[in-house]
């Protein structure tokens, strides 16, 4: 199999090269003193790769299964997960506001200001549910630390956050969209 063309370069000022998966790609980043290793590189990573890109195939046709009609009420859903999960965590955010990102499906502040994707309107409530746990938990924990999925595994629930996070992949694709 040739990898070269499936998978994106993106040459940064990095330490150490990386790969990462996201919005249905698999992205190679590494310092632009390494761009003639391209090849190589991913020679060695063969076994992964291709385990990649049948993950990513198989999620492509999932998703096109899945139905996505947005929810008129998932801005109360979504506050009364706050009201469920920051008073377990005695913490509560300043504010709390939507917007339509590109890249995730929300954000928390050092400051306690959370923002979440429009786009969750097309999300199950489940997958709401633990969006809005996860951005909650950074209220208290600012990281994706070990500490952090502790606690996340604790309101949450480990096997349930295990489930959403593999769930919320075959929504990747809305992420995209504008
Ligand atoms: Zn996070």
């Known amino acids: 199999m040739e990898f070269k063309n499936k998978v994106k370069v993106i040459t940064r000022n990095v330490k150490y090269i ?6 249905f790609q698999i992205r190679l980043i590494l310092p632009p003193s390494h761009l003639h290793k391209v090849s190589e590189i991913l020679e060695t990573k063969r076994g992964w790769l291709k385990k990649q890109l049948n993950l990513i195939e198989s999620i492509k046709e999932k998703t096109k299964k899945i139905k ?8 109360t859903l979504v ?3 706050i009201e469920k999960y920051c008073k377990k965590i005695k913490k509560y955010p300043k504010t ?5 990102m590109k890249n995730c499906w929300g954000l928390c502040s050092s400051t306690g200001i ?7 309107k097309y999300l199950t409530k489940d997958l709401i549910e633990y969006i809005v746990c996860h951005e909650v938990c ?3 924990i600012h990281n994706h630390s070990k500490d952090f999925r502790n606690l996340l595994n604790k309101l949450y629930g480990q096997e349930k956050a295990k489930k959403a996070r593999s769930e919320l992949r075959l929504y990747e694709y809305l992420l ?3």
């Open 176 to 178: 995209l969209k504008a």
């Open 79 to 81: 506050n009364q997960f």
């Open 68 to 75: 996505t009609e947005p929810k008129t009420g998932y801005k």
């Open 114 to 120: 959370i923002k979440f994707n429009e786009k969750i």
């Open 96 to 100: 709390i506001s939507y917007k339509t």
């Open 138 to 140: 950074h209220l208290k």
């Open 18 to 23: 990386r790969f990462e998966v996201k919005n």
